[in-house]
C-alpha cells in the first residue's frame, strides 16, 4: 500500500485520503448552497468502512461541512477504530448546526474572532467527532490575511500544547500565508487546489522548502475530470455545481483539455479518476489526494489507484506538452 509522511510529524498516511465535503449534505456559505446535494447517511459510512478496508487512513472533514454532519458521520464511522486512522478537519467560520448555514465571523474574512472563537470551535469538533484529539487541524479561510495568520498559527501552537491537538496546517492556496503557518513547530501540511488542469508550483515550492505535506483538495476536478460530465450536465438547486461558476471555473476548462490527456491518464489500464490521482503523485512526492468520495463504489474505484502507483516521467512530460504548459 502506498503511504506518505504527514509532513516532519512522524505520521505516516496512506497516500490518498479520503475527502468528506459531499458527505455533509446540503448547506449554505453565506446565503449560496454549499453542499453537494442531498447524501444517503448510510451509504457515507459504508464508503468510510470500504475506504478504511481499501488501506485509506486519512480522513480530511472540517465543521462547515454541512454544520457538522459531516464531522458526526466521519466520527460514528470510525469509532472504536482512532488507532488506525489520522483525522483532519478544519475551522475558521460561524457554523450555525441548527439553520445549516455558514458565516464569516464579524462578516469579515479576516476577523479576529477566529482566533477568539478558536477554542470552542475546536471543542465543538472534538464533540461532533467523538475524539479527545484531533491529528490535524486545519485553518478553513483561504483568503485571510498573511499579516494576521500569526496569531492563528500562535493560537494553534496552545492548542497542541494543551494536548487537544496534535499538528496544524492552512488549506490556502496563497504561497505567502502559508510560508507564516510553515515557521510555526507543529505546522506539518498546506491543503491546496492541484489536479493535472490546475497545476501549483508556487504552494509546493513552499511544501519542498519547509518540509510540509501537500494535502490535494479537488484532485478530480470536482468530479469534471472522470468523465462522467458533458457541458450540459444538469445538477439539483441544492449542489454546489448547480452554480454557473461550477461551469465556468472547473467544467468548461477541464472538458476542454480532457481529450488531450484521455489516452495517457487511462494508460496501463487506469481509470480517469485513477490517472488523475497518479498524476499528482509523480509530480511530487509531498502530496496526498483526498478526492471527495460519497459511494462505495467511488471508494474502491479511487483506493485501487494506489495499487497502480504513480505516473512515470515519460507520460507526465507529454502532458505537460499536450497540455502546453
Ligand atoms: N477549502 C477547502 O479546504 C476545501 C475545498 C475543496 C475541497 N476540500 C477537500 O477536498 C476534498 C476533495 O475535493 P472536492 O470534493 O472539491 O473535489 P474532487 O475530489 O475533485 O471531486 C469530488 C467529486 O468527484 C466525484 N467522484 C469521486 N470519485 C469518483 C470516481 N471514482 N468516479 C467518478 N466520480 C467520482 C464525486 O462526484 P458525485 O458527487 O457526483 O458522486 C465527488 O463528489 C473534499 O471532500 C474536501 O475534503 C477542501
Redesign the pocket.
Known sequence: MMKRSLGSSGIQVSAMGM????IGGPWTMRGQQAG?GTVDDDESIRAIHCALEQGVTFF???ANYGCGHSERIVGRALAGRRDQVVIAT?FGYRVDEETRCVEFYDDDVNSDQVVHHLRQDCEASLRRLGLDYIDLY?F?I?DYSPAKAAAVRDALEELVSEGRIRFYGW?TDHPEGARVFAEGKHCVAI?HDL?VIKDAPQVLAVCDEFGLASIN???????AI?G?YTADSKFQPNDIRHRDYFQREWLVPTLEKLDAIRKILTSDGR?L?QGALAWIWARSARTIP??????V??AT??AEAMRFGPLGDDSMREIERLLRR
Open positions: 475527502g468528506c465535503w459531499a453537494w480530511d472533514t472540517a478544519k486545519q478553513h483561504n488549506s491543503q489536479n483538495r479537488s484532485p478530480l476536478v470536482r468530479g472522470t462522467k481509470t479518476a483526498i478526492p471527495g468520495i460519497r459511494s463504489a467511488q474505484e479511487n
